[in-house]
Antibody, heavy 118, light 107 residues
Framework: EVQLQQSGPELVKPGASMKISCKAS????????MNWVKQSHGKNLEWIGL????????SYNQKFKGKATLTVDKSSSTAYMELLSLTSEDSAVYYC???????????WGQGTSVTVSS | DIQMTQSPSSLSASLGGKVTITCKAS??????IAWYQHKPGKGPRLLIH???TLQPGIPSRFSGSGSGRDYSFSISNLEPEDIATYYC?????????FGAGTKLELK
C-alpha cells in the first residue's frame, strides 16, 4: 500500500526556518517525483515544486524560489521541504504528493500544518 | 502560468442527485486535467486524470469530459460520503496549477 506520512504540526516564530518530512512507503521511492503543495486559508492550492529522488534534480514554482528548498534521503525514502525566513504568509497546510510524469499526482500525504506566530 | 477558472465555488445538492463542476483553462491544456476530492484533515484524493480516466477503485458515478480549454466533472447519484471540496488540476504545463475549488454541500 502506497503511503506518504508527513511530520506533525509546527508552530514557529517569524524569521525562523523549519523542515517538513514526508516518508514514503509501499513503492519504489526513486521511481516517482515528489511534489509539494501549499494550501492557504483552507482552500487555495499552489504547487511549490518537485524533486526527483533518483538524481536529486529539482524544479520550483518561481513564486517559491528562495522560500522552499527540497531534498531527499534515498536511504530512508524520505523527502524534505525546508521553509526559510518564515512570515505569517507562510502559515498554511503543506502536502507532499508523488507523481509519475506525465501523469497527475496520485498519492498525497495527510498534510502538515504550519503556523507562524510570535 | 496557466490559470484555471473553476465554478461554482460552492453548490448544494440532494442525495441521489447530480452535480457538475467546470474548469476553464487560460490556454489549451491538451486534456491534461485531473480532478481531486478533498476532505478536512486528509490529503486530496485523485478521482480522474487525463480528463476522463477514472482512478482504480473510483466508482463510475464520477465522470469527466472536455477538451481544449473547457472541462467538466460530474457526480451522479450523490451519496453522503461525496460531501467534500473538489479541485481541478492542469498538468500540461511544468508549472502545475489548480482551480480555486468547489465546496459541495447537502441540500
Amino acid at each position: 500500500e502506497v503511503q506518504l506520512q508527513q511530520s506533525g504540526p509546527e508552530l514557529v516564530k517569524p524569521g525562523a526556518s523549519m523542515k517538513i518530512s514526508c516518508k514514503a512507503s509501499g513503492y519504489s521511492f526513486t521511481g516517482y517525483t515528489m511534489n509539494w503543495v501549499k494550501q492557504s486559508h483552507g482552500k487555495n492550492l499552489e504547487w511549490i515544486g518537485l524533486i526527483n529522488p533518483y538524481n536529486g534534480g529539482t524544479s520550483y514554482n518561481q513564486k517559491f524560489k528562495g522560500k522552499a528548498t527540497l531534498t531527499v534521503d534515498k536511504s530512508s525514502s524520505t523527502a524534505y521541504m525546508e521553509l526559510l525566513s518564515l512570515t505569517s504568509e507562510d502559515s498554511a497546510v503543506y502536502y507532499c504528493a508523488r507523481r509519475a510524469t506525465p501523469y497527475a499526482m496520485d498519492y498525497w500525504g495527510q498534510g502538515t500544518s504550519v503556523t507562524v506566530s510570535s | 502560468d496557466i490559470q484555471m477558472t473553476q465554478s461554482p465555488s460552492s453548490l448544494s445538492a440532494s442525495l441521489g442527485g447530480k452535480v457538475t463542476i467546470t474548469c476553464k483553462a487560460s490556454q489549451d491544456i491538451n486534456k491534461y486535467i485531473a480532478w481531486y476530492q478533498h476532505k478536512p484533515g486528509k490529503g486530496p484524493r485523485l478521482l480522474i486524470h487525463y480528463t476522463s480516466t477514472l482512478q482504480p477503485g473510483i466508482p463510475s458515478r464520477f465522470s469527466g469530459s472536455g477538451s481544449g480549454r473547457d472541462y467538466s466533472f460530474s457526480i451522479s447519484n450523490l451519496e453522503p460520503e461525496d460531501i467534500a471540496t473538489y479541485y481541478c488540476l492542469q498538468y500540461d504545463n511544468l508549472l502545475l496549477t489548480f482551480g480555486a475549488g468547489t465546496k459541495l454541500e447537502l441540500k
